[in-house]
């Protein structure tokens, strides 16, 4: 549930590459808080159930283990690893299967933050930058000061995601796919 009102911003900088023959989508998003405000937002278990599609048993600040339980309608438990911690400017932790690489670069008063996401399909990446798109549009929200609580899974149906998913698949040069969601 949303206790602002939220309408999905412009398409981001989004590019799909491949090394090795691994697929990574890597999302680039402006925020005009500095690296510390991004990295508590990117780390810290109450700050990522507000955004993200996933909340952590411990902050993520740190190297180690984790649990990441989803938080997109069906509550599963991911063992993860947090490989590289460095605050306030990289964070890299894999979920499930995947890896998330979170670099933060202060730009004046603010941050850029490149998100690599590596994929297991280059074929899921419109879908999965549909929902980072609507994710990091929240936790900028969050970080603003007019939080809208998080919208994932089936949630994010309603706000915009379906038009986001067709635009990153024809930016990006694949497939729109549908996700398998309970409604």
């Known amino acids: 549930m949303t206790t602002h009102p939220y309408r999905p911003g412009p398409l981001q900088q989004v590019d799909l590459v491949e090394e090795g023959g691994r697929w990574s989508l890597v999302f680039i998003r402006e ?3 500095g690296p510390a405000a991004v990295w508590s937002a990117l780390t810290e278990p109450d700050e990522l ?5 996933y909340t952590a048993d411990r902050s993520l600040a740190t190297v180690g283990p984790v649990t990441l339980i989803t938080t997109d309608g069906t509550r599963q438990e991911l063992a993860g ?3 590289v911690a460095e605050p306030p400017r990289l964070l890299e932790f894999t979920w499930g299967t995947d ?3 979170w670099e933060l670069d202060e730009q004046g008063t603010g941050t850029r933050l490149r998100l690599t996401h ?4 280059h074929a899921v990446a419109g879908m999965m930058a549909a929902g980072w798109h609507l994710c990091l549009d929240v936790a900028a929200a969050l970080l603003d000061g007019t939080p809208v609580g998080p919208i ?4 994010a149906m309603d706000h915009g995601w379906p038009e986001l998913n067709e635009q990153y698949s024809r930016q990006l040069g694949v497939e729109p796919m549908q996700p398998p969601l309970d409604r």
């Open 49 to 53: 159930r507000e955004w993200a599609p």
């Open 118 to 121: 590596r994929l297991p399909d």
């Open 152 to 155: 994932v899974g089936a949630t």
């Open 81 to 83: 690893t947090v490989g």
């Open 31 to 33: 925020f005009p808080q």
């Open 99 to 101: 890896r998330l690489r």
